[in-house]
């Protein structure tokens, strides 16, 4: 298994402010991801995080909006740009070690945009 | 358009009895699926999962069922105890999906009454 720290857990953002969320693994992994669970709705993929390049970003969502790092095979961050209410959502880093193997989930930063 | 569903939002169960908790998908590529269980204010943890080439996948008390022709899946959990109480979701991948995560489906509350 694979222990995922997230931070922040939660904040308060203001409109059209932009917040960085921090997910550490505590062993290398071969495929770190971001994922979004709006209030009542399933997990959706944001993005794969691949070390070393830009992130591969699912239908719907776009660099510009969501820009990730990816800088080792331990870390990566998610930032929210340009936050707006619709954005207040719960975002998930997880990570695997298999191609469609389990994925290992962080707690969660809970975001609510004003 | 959604490829993994779960119809119930939530089911309640007295404990000692069995949940079922049911899981339909739409593609057919899907060809391995997982149960995550999720507590508030924490991440998901992976619980049990079925390769397609299984109809059957035990593990203790939980046990999940694939209906390829159907395109259908359950997870039975006996007998049922308190700290099932959870949120479950259903999730699907495809080998040749490679780093594109998982797709979920919008979840379960189960609630085990005492």
């Known amino acids: 298994s694979a222990v995922i720290s997230q931070k922040p857990s939660r904040d308060i953002c203001q409109r059209g402010t932009s917040l960085t969320i921090q997910c550490q693994v505590d062993?290398?992994?071969?495929?770190m991801f971001w994922y979004r669970q709006q209030p009542g709705q399933s997990l959706t993929l944001i993005a794969t995080a691949n070390q070393g390049s830009e992130a591969t970003y699912e239908s719907g969502f776009v660099i510009d909006k969501f820009p990730i790092s990816r800088p080792n095979l331990t870390f990566s961050t998610l930032t929210v740009s340009n936050m707006s209410p619709e954005d207040s959502s719960i975002y998930l880093c997880s990570a695997s070690r298999d191609r469609v193997g389990e994925l290992f989930f962080g707690e969660g930063s809970r975001l609510t945009v004003l | 358009d959604q490829q993994v569903k779960q119809n119930s939002p939530s089911l309640s169960v007295q404990e000692g009895r069995i949940s079922i908790l049911n899981c339909d998908y739409t593609n057919s590529m899907f060809d391995y699926f997982l149960w995550y269980k999720k507590y508030p204010a924490e991440g998901p943890t992976f619980l049990i999962s079925i390769s397609s080439i299984k109809d059957k996948n035990e593990d203790g008390r939980f046990t999940v069922f694939l209906n390829k022709s159907a395109k259908h899946l359950s997870l039975h959990i006996v007998p049922s105890q308190p700290g099932d109480s959870a949120v479950y979701f259903c999730a699907a991948s495809y080998s040749g999906g490679g780093a594109d995560g998982l797709t979920f489906g919008k979840g379960t509350h189960l609630i085990i009454q005492p």
């Open positions: 062993s290398q992994v071969t495929m």
